[in-house]
Each structure stands twice: as C-alpha cells, then as structure tokens.
C-alpha cells in the first residue's frame, strides 16, 4: 500500500480505535482504584531527553504518552482546575476530529453551529439573562475574556475603536486576586500597565467593594477613562466570589461595563445549592464561563455570553470577502463574525454528548458533589487536625498549611519543599499558592470520585514529609 492509501484506511482505524477504546477503558478502571500514581514526575530535560531517545516503531507510542502524562481521572488528583472529562466526551472528540467542521461559516459546521445556539440558549436561561442576549464557544477562558473586554471597549468608547485605535487612556478596574489573563488582555489592547487597576481584596480575598469609589476618583485625575469593571466568579487562588451586585451598582452608577470572569465557578448557576454565589451575575454585559473546568468537558471550550446580543457583533466588524457577503448583517449561524478564531473545534458537540446521554442535571450533580466535598475537608480541618485554612471555603478550592511558629520566609520554604516533594513522590497531586506573601497548599477538588478519605490520607503523608 502506498503510504497515504495506508493513513487514511479505514479498515486499520477501526483496528486501531477498539484497541484504544480497550486501552483507556482499562485505564479509567485504574484510574478510579487510584491503581498507579497520579504523576510519574520527571525533570523537563529528563522528559525531553526521554521523547528525543524514543524510537516510535519498536514502542508503544499512546501507551508511552498516557504513562509519562498526569492523571486526571484519579481520585487523588487534586491540582489545578481541569475537569476530568466524562467519557462519552472523547467518543465524541473522536468523531468530531474525523469531521473537523471548520465552524468559521454556516455551512462549514451547520449542525454544531445550531447545537452552539441551543447551548448558549441554556445559558441565558440559566444566567437569568433576557431573551436580547446570546453567546458562543471560544477556545478557552483566556480567550473569552479577551472577546469579552474587546466588546467592552467598543461599546464605551467615545470613537470607534476597531477603526481609530485607542485614542484615549482606557482602564478597566479588577481585583487584585484576579486571574492573570485579565492583566494581559488589558496589555494586549494596548492600555498598559496603568490600564489595569488592581482593587485591594477583604480578608476573604473578595474585591473591596468600599474603594471602589476612591480608585475611580484617582484614575479619572491620571487622565484614565474606565471602560470596564471585572468581578470573578469566582477567583482562581482562593475560590473567592467577588459582590456581583455591589459592583453591578458601580458599573451601572459609572456607565461602564460590567464583565464577569466566571471561568470557573460560573458553572454553579446549574446547582440550585450554590448558585446564589452568583447573585447579581444576571445583571452583568457580558460573561465567561470555561465548560472544560467546571463542566466536565475537555479542552478547549468556553461559552462568551451577552446581555445584549448587539454587542457580540460590534466587536470585530470587519469584511471579509471570502467568508460572507454582508458583513453588517447580525447573523448568528456565520460565527467567526463573532469569534476571535477563524476555523475553530466543533465544541459543542463534545458539550452536548454529555446533555444527550445524561441531561444538564449533572453538572448540579457535579457541582454540588465537588462542593459539599471541599466544605466537609474544610470542617475536618477545623476541628481535628494541625492544619489552618487561608479561608472559608466557597467553591471547591481550598488553600491551607501546617500551623506552625516559623517566620515566613521558613514557613514559605518549608510548604513548597513539602509539594515538591509531594510532586515527585506521584501519589497525589495538589499545587500552591502564594496569599499576602504566604504559601498555601492549595487543593481543587476536579474528580467528583475525591472523598474525604482521600483528603485525610493527603494530610497524614504531609505530616509525614
Ligand atoms: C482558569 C481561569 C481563567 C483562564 O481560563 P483558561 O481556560 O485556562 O484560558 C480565567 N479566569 C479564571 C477565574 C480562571 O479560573
């Protein structure tokens, strides 16, 4: 057989699939058992050495890349806010990687791009958002905060922005406790480092909302024109929730934008226990909610969502000859009107496997599993054992350390030799971060599977390292 003839033969496809299907299907299995380490660690150089020295026609290349990757699906994985994604979701990343709809015009993805309207239908029913609104998928929550802020910055600027440039000192205010990307969607748009006004946090890492006030004052004197005002939902060190209402009020009183980066905890506006975190969401212009977090999908995908529809057009209006004929027609089927990608993966089918085999009920489930676990950790904590938490819990993540009488700069040596430590040894998982100048273990509770039992054996091994 000629060397493409063989690439593309579907008779050693479907060999190759069921192999695979067996593979992860046993590897799910142990996963669950917590049968192997979360993490084989290896130093980069020893990584890079080890894929440079690989020779791929005497191994097993997939088994060898799921070995030297981290486990997500196991119960003792505790890291950073991936989802571990349902199943039926890959079935569905096999087929849509067959497919590989373009999504850039309608008819480049007609059936994803209708299934991405009833999805963002969803959303503003769930977001309490009216029936002017809509939204779409994006290539991740870094992305989708930028869409966002672009639309913010067209819609309160003076002149138009995508033909003139920025012609004034724009600023957008956020909690200092904010996601980085925020930072640079700010840089990117050309506002420098004045343009991001960073507002002090309360003890609970919460936007100080009684300074609003004073910093808008300041900014104005600096000559700065505050388009936007961002509350995360929550943010991503603590899992704090900033006052959506309070700085609602602002953004109305200010006539600015109101943006919510709910990347990651948008998704409890499905959980009827927890959606009141979100309280004022529904009064915001714009927001962002990450489906490969919170919701159970693989990356990348995230919806962008609108109060106003109106305002998802006016980010990028732009022509494009090749694409469409009118490029000032509202169209919601044409989505790179709207995107920042051109050709873009069908999301919304990996989104919608989940729905079709198990009704949007399960993300409460979800949520409220996640959730429930990392609040009994936080009282176990509390009441038993030799640890502090930076906070009360709100969401699923939770940061602590050992307490201890050691000055910080020993306090802070001793927490992160103990999750280097842990990384190397592989059975758990978890990260780090730094608050006020402080160390924290910090845990996000992904795997609906992680129970208590877990989270005592992780502090037991602390103690020991
Ligand atoms: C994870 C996160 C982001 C970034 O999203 P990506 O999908 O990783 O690009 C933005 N904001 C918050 C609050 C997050 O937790």
Redesign the pocket.
């Known amino acids: 057989m000629k060397k493409l003839e063989k690439a593309y033969n579907p008779e050693n496809f479907r060999k190759q699939a069921h192999e695979m299907v067996d593979m992860l299907a046993d590897y799910l299995e142990d996963s669950a058992q917590s049968k192997n380490k979360v993490i084989t660690y290896k130093k980069p150089e020893d990584q890079l050495d080890f894929w440079r020295n690989y020779d791929p026609t005497t191994s097993d290349f997939f088994k060898d890349v799921i070995e030297n990757s981290i486990h997500i699906h196991n119960p003792k994985y505790i890291g950073h ?1 991936v989802a571990a994604p349902v199943p039926i979701t890959a079935i569905a990343s096999m087929m849509t990687s067959i497919l590989n709809n373009g999504m850039a015009i309608y008819e480049m993805g007609s059936t994803a791009t209708a299934l991405e309207k009833i999805i963002a239908d969803k959303f503003a029913e769930k977001l309490g958002f009216p029936e002017s609104s809509d939204g779409f998928l994006t290539s ?3 992305l989708a ?1 930028m869409t966002a802020l672009l639309a913010a910055r067209q819609e309160k600027s003076e002149q138009d922005v995508w033909k003139h440039g920025n012609e004034a000192n724009y600023a957008i205010m956020v909690s200092e406790q904010a ?1 980085y ?1 925020v930072d640079r969607a700010a840089r990117i748009m050309g506002f420098g480092e004045k343009g991001i006004i960073k507002i002090p946090t309360n003890t609970n890492f919460e936007m100080e909302t009684s300074i609003l006030e004073s910093y808008y004052q300041k900014a104005q004197e600096e000559n700065l024109k505050v388009i936007a005002i961002v509350g ?1 939902a929550c ?2 060190s603590t899992g704090s929730y900033d006052d959506l209402n309070k700085l609602a009020d602002f953004a109305q009183e200010k006539n600015i934008w109101f943006h919510v ?1 709910g ?2 905890g948008g998704a409890a506006v499905f959980s009827k226990k927890y959606k009141h975190l979100l309280n004022g969401i529904e009064r915001a212009d714009s927001v962002i909610i ?1 489906l ?2 919170m919701m159970m999908t693989p990356a ?1 995908a ?1 919806i962008v969502m609108f109060q106003n529809k109106k305002h998802s057009y006016q980010t990028f209006h732009q022509k494009a000859q090749y694409l469409w004929e009118k490029h000032e027609d509202e169209d919601w089927f044409n989505l790179a009107k709207r995107t920042f990608e051109c050709t873009k993966y069908m999301m919304s089918v990996k989104f919608m496997s989940i729905v079709k085999e198990h009704g949007f009920c399960l993300f409460e489930e979800y949520i409220d599993k996640t959730h429930d676990t990392t609040l009994a950790f936080s009282n176990y904590i509390k009441e038993h054992s030799d640890f502090e938490i930076a906070t009360d819990p709100k969401s699923n993540i939770i940061c602590f350390a050992l307490k201890n009488d050691l000055d910080i700069q020993e306090h802070n040596r001793v927490h992160s030799e103990i999750r280097q430590k842990l990384v190397e040894d592989g059975e758990f998982y978890i990260v780090q971060t730094t608050l006020n100048g402080k160390v924290y273990l910090r845990l996000t509770i992904m795997n609906p599977f992680t129970e208590l039992h877990h989270l005592k054996t992780l502090l037991e091994k602390i103690q020991t390292i």
């Open positions: 806010q991740g929550g870094t905060n996601h990307c995360s943010s991503t980066d990347a990651h990450d490969h977090k990348l995230t």
